[in-house]
């Protein structure tokens, strides 16, 4: 089985920063594109940012030039540098990793439960 977990959020004011992580870990084979999602209250989930692993990266509109993602790809793990942040930041974060396991062919979508992040005005 894959376990993915994040780690990082917290309580933070208007302008600050805040590093996520995110480590997959279990019976992978391999690891294609990882990614963070957020959900604010009462919204659907979005993508905020995404990188393959070959480091071509894709991020959100409303965070692009404030949040940075990267990847070390020999731990599995995958990183959100969030900086000027904003009220609207608040959310969970959710970290996905697209996994192919020992015993699978084919890539699957794996989740962590998230890691609420609130930015105080």
């Known amino acids: 089985q894959v376990q993915v977990v994040e780690s990082g959020g917290g309580l933070v004011q208007a302008g600050g920063s805040l590093r996520l992580s995110c480590a997959a870990s279990?019976?992978?084979?391999?690891?294609?594109?990882m990614g963070w999602y957020r959900q604010a209250p009462g919204k659907q989930r979005e993508l905020v940012a995404a990188?393959?692993?070959?480091?071509?990266?894709n991020y959100a509109d409303s965070v692009k030039g404030r949040f940075t993602i990267s990847r070390e790809n020999a731990k599995n793990t995958v990183y959100l540098q969030m900086n000027r942040l904003k009220p609207e930041d608040t959310a969970v974060y959710y970290c996905?990793?697209?996994?192919?396991?020992?015993?699978?062919?084919?890539?699957?979508?794996?989740w962590g439960k998230g890691t609420l992040v609130t930015v105080s005005s």
């Open positions: 996905n990793a697209g996994v192919k396991t020992f015993a699978s062919i084919i890539y699957a979508d794996y």
């Open positions: 990188i393959t692993s070959g480091g071509s990266t």
């Open positions: 279990g019976s992978i084979f391999s690891i294609n594109a």
